[in-house]
């Protein structure tokens, strides 16, 4: 859009003044933060408007992205940022006397996600916008996020993310008239009607009022604006006098107050059911309403409308879409299947099997009566047809949805959906040869991949704007727009003078980090040193344990020989660990004390500081990844399905050190060997160990004296304030057979950290390391995933 400086302070005066009733001067940050977005969106609600009639008129399809998790983080500079406006409200800002930076700070994260599934979905949110692809996201407005993290005498507390603050969610509008109403329990059975047919009759249902939140999801410079739809739970009136207490009301709203709530207890699974149930059918039910007003044979509805289940939370979707079809709209069973399958497509997330989510069929009876007869029938049904195609009894009971008293989600979105894809080339592989493997037998044409990508707008523009600038320098902007153009950064890798304002940038963007660093820990790190990352969730797979054990052989490599000639390395970390996964969180107690042993012992000469940073987030993350030199991505290979934290900081110029695991591989594929440091087992070398039960971690650890060492830290009194977590992980590592491999990929992972230490001596050669990780990282933006699923598993049209 086009905007004058003028018009802009003009209109925001304006604003202000109207809303809050004060002037510039006297408001604080939170203030002018809600007047700036209030202003934005007066711009925004002319261009949404106006792709809501265009989609209309059009009778464009539509695809429907169903996802537990969005994890925008703070949307004001990304806003700004699609409309083209950033430049002009910094100088407003600027000739007004208004600190942006403060006025961006006071943005809390938009807190609807945990990880790289939420990350994911709210990148393909922007990249649909931005590809001109009608995309619209469903899912719930958590009034609280996944929690607050703070660090307590090194361990994890987990406190409320009210992340609604007092401000509420200023890029919201509440949608009355598109309310609809979702059941829970009570009893269900059939009866024939008037006409003969067989209809539900539904007996002491509890009904709930699902009222739609609208986001606006803008495209970068095209005045593009999609819808991603939040759901919240409301007492529906005439109900009101089922809910007398404010404990049974509490339950309600309970529904949506939390991103995973602990299922630990039956409680607490009850609620994540119907949690995915709520946000999944009241989305299907507005899906069909929008669609019945076309005028359209309910039939045809998959030419139309696309429903995509990001991994199994919303997997209910090809039940419940029955459901409606056949109860609601009266569809016969055969003509609503073909609809259903057709309109139905899958993200798997997950190489491990355990991970796919499965439902005790009790509870899922007891909470969803009807869904739960669709879904027996739907199994039957498939029972039926595989076996008339001779397929194996054996293949039939391995893929059938309900079994062994439980339902198996991931199974139900296969069957009834036309398209399943892995996120990396490996992953995808992997759900063919192994997680999936009887189910791409039956249907293979169902299976493809679709590597993730990332939102370089965010990494680059956003988060780096230095980096930014220097790239502006030497190819001009238009790979602001075009990412792939980032490749003629190739032609600068042998000059001097760009290698050194690339290594400048990265120290500026280090210094930055050193300050927040020193600020909310109080260590104070030299950007002299190795800044080595590695931010992600807290799981053992992800290995952070490895990390923190090759620390600990640091540690008594200087305690040894304080003069060991080692270029100063500081580790950091980021990390949330789920409220009960007791394991992950002994290990970020682990890392916070080793932190305070080796930060306090000056007899290492400031030669190595580890710094955990407390409620890792999008916006930490913003600050932390154009910092990081050494990308740490080190999970055991055939474990990570895809990973998209590797991507940016590829894209700002880390150096990834990995295992051949998820976009790992392709990453490497771009860059070349010599531009990444690869280390440990390949996925074969691990799947071999599982096939021949050969792995003994006491054999390893008993053989080998530097990993003996390391381990023994954990058990010898050297870590202080950890015996009974360094027990835990002793125990893991030797009598548990360590499931993970770290002691049997240590010796290659020192070896790859010592190459690193060579490597970053030189930098001239790091710097073109780094540029060449700029230049080949255009390969990973979302905009091309998201152009792959609308022509290749949407059908959509821009």
């Known amino acids: 859009m086009q905007l004058t400086t003028e018009k802009f302070i003009r209109d925001f005066k304006d604003t202000l003044h109207e809303e809050q009733m004060i002037k510039v001067p006297d408001a604080s940050p939170a203030e002018l933060f809600e007047t700036l977005a209030h202003t934005i969106r007066k711009y925004i609600t002319p261009l949404w408007l106006e792709r809501r009639r265009k989609l209309v008129e059009s009778q464009q399809k539509i695809a429907y992205y169903f996802s537990i998790e969005f994890l925008p983080g703070r949307m004001l500079e990304t806003n700004l940022l699609n409309l083209g406006i950033l430049d002009t409200v910094k100088e407003g800002f600027a000739e007004l006397g208004v600190d942006f930076d403060a006025v961006r700070n006071a943005e809390h994260d938009m807190a609807l996600g945990n990880g790289g599934l939420g990350r994911l979905a709210a990148a393909f949110m922007d990249s649909l916008a931005t590809t001109g692809y009608p995309g619209f996201g469903n899912g719930i407005r958590y ?116 991103l995973y709530p602990d299922d630990s207890n039956s409680e607490g699974k009850e609620l994540r059911l119907i949690q995915e149930y709520f946000m999944t059918s009241a989305g299907l039910q507005t899906i069909i309403k929008s669609y019945l007003k076309q005028g359209l044979p309910l039939e045809k509805i998959h030419e139309k409308v696309s429903v995509h289940i990001n991994d199994t939370h919303p997997a209910v979707a090809p039940a419940e879409f029955m459901r409606l079809l056949i109860d609601e709209y009266g569809l016969e069973w055969n003509e609503a299947w073909q609809a259903t399958v057709k309109t139905m497509s899958y993200t798997n997330h997950t190489i491990l099997s355990e991970a796919l989510e499965k439902w005790d069929a009790g509870l899922f009876k007891y909470v969803l009566p009807r869904v739960y007869q669709i879904i027996l029938e739907i199994d039957n049904r498939y029972v039926a047809e595989l076996a008339n195609r001779g397929i194996a009894p054996e293949m039939i009971e391995n893929t059938r949805i309900v079994k062994d008293n439980q339902v198996h989600m991931a199974h139900l979105a296969i069957i009834g959906g036309h398209s399943i894809n892995g996120v990396a080339k490996l992953h995808t592989e992997l759900l063919k040869e192994d997680t999936l493997r009887d189910f791409y037998a039956i249907y293979p044409e169902k299976f493809n991949n679709k590597t993730n990508g990332i939102i370089q707008r965010r990494w680059l523009q956003i988060s780096d704007e230095p980096l930014s600038a220097e790239i ?169 399905a895809s990973g998209t934290s590797n991507m940016k900081f590829m894209m700002t110029g880390a150096i990834t050190l990995a295992t051949l695991d998820g976009a790992n591989i392709e990453i490497k594929d771009e860059v070349g060997d010599d531009n990444i440091v690869i280390f440990g087992m390949d996925k074969d070398e691990v799947y071999s160990h599982y096939q021949r039960h050969d792995y003994y971690s006491r054999g390893v650890y008993e053989s080998n004296p530097v990993i003996r060492r390391v381990v023994d830290t954990f058990i010898n009194g050297t870590i202080p304030n950890a015996s009974q977590e360094g027990s835990e992980i002793y125990e893991a590592l030797i009598t548990h057979n360590d499931e993970y491999f770290l002691l049997e990929d240590f010796a290659s992972y020192v070896a790859a950290q010592e190459k690193i230490d060579q490597l970053y001596r030189d930098k001239g050669k790091w710097a073109k390391m780094s540029l060449v990780n700029i230049a080949h990282s255009g390969k990973f933006t979302s905009d091309d995933t998201i152009t792959q699923y609308a022509q290749e598993i949407w059908n959509l049209k821009k």
């Open 143 to 258: 009034q609280y996020g996944l929690f607050k993290q703070k660090i307590v005498n090194g361990y994890q507390v987990e406190l409320p993310d009210d992340w609604f603050g007092s401000l509420g969610n200023v890029w919201e509008t509440r949608k009355d008239h598109d309310a609809v109403f979702v059941n829970l329990y009570g009893n269900v059975y059939l009866r024939a009607n008037e006409e003969g047919r067989i209809t539900p009759i539904y007996e002491n249902a509890q009904v709930l009022r699902a009222v739609p939140y609208d986001v606006p999801q803008i495209g970068f410079g095209n005045d593009n604006v999609n819808n991603l739809r939040l759901w919240d739970v409301e007492i529906p009136e005439k109900f009101e006098h089922f809910y007398p207490t404010l404990e049974s009301r509490r339950k309600v709203t309970d529904i949506t107050a939390v």
């Open 472 to 640: 502006d320098k030497l190819i001009g902007n238009h790979w602001r727009t075009d990412i792939h153009e980032l490749r003629k950064l190739l032609d600068y890798q042998n000059d001097q003078q760009v290698l050194n304002d690339f290594y400048r940038v990265k120290q500026e963007a280090k210094a930055r980090l050193a300050a927040y660093i020193k600020e909310s820990t109080g260590v104070e790190v030299s950007t002299e040193a190795i800044f080595d990352v590695q931010v992600k969730r807290l799981h053992a797979y992800k290995r952070q344990l490895l990390n923190l054990m090759h620390i600990i052989k640091l540690y008594w490599d200087l305690k040894d020989n304080p003069d060991k000639d080692v270029v100063p390395r500081v580790f950091i970390f980021g990390a949330k660990a789920a409220p009960g996964y007791h394991f992950a969180k002994s290990v970020i107690k682990l890392i916070n004390e080793v932190a305070n042993l080796v930060n306090h012992d000056e007899s290492l000469q400031g030669k190595l500081k580890v710094v955990f940073l407390e409620n890792y987030r999008v916006s930490l993350a913003e600050l932390i990844i154009p910092a990081a030199d050494v990308s740490e991505q080190i999970s055991l290979a055939s474990k990570e």
